[in-house]
């Protein structure tokens, strides 16, 4: 059974910075896209980062290019999320996706998900 875990959210000041981190277990995810999204209350899940099986190539949403970088260790099956110079709007459920397919900025293009870590970022 496949199982991505999220981990590394919690309260932080604007500003400030976080790390999250997400470990895939049940199957070796080496060769498959994997990417962050997150959802706030009454808001679409949104695309944040994605990255692929080689990690020479990533991919940015507009919101928060410059700000969060990507990267994967495949060797420990987990993609993790630096996130700096939070902002009060980044407060959200944030959850990691694998993608079998390729690369992709829909939600419905990813496969298996986490079950989220919650960032709140106060003002």
């Known amino acids: 059974q496949v199982q991505l875990g999220e981990s590394g959210g919690g309260l932080v000041q604007a500003g400030g910075s976080l790390r999250l981190s997400c470990a895939a277990s049940?199957?070796?995810?080496?060769?498959?896209?994997m990417a962050w999204f997150r959802q706030a209350p009454g808001k679409e899940r949104e695309f944040l980062a994605a990255?692929?099986?080689?990690?020479?190539?990533?991919y940015y949403g507009d919101s928060v290019k410059g700000r969060f970088t990507i990267s994967r260790d495949n060797a420990k099956n987990t993609v993790y999320l630096q996130m700096n110079s939070l902002k009060p709007e980044d407060t959200a459920v944030y959850y990691c996706?694998?993608?079998?397919?390729?690369?992709?900025?829909?939600?419905?293009?990813?496969?298996?998900w986490g079950q989220g870590t919650q960032v709140t970022v106060s003002s």
């Open positions: 990255i692929g099986w080689s990690a020479g190539n990533t």
């Open positions: 996706a694998v993608g079998v397919r390729g690369v992709g900025f829909s939600p419905r293009q990813y496969d298996y």
């Open positions: 049940g199957r070796t995810f080496s060769r498959y896209v």
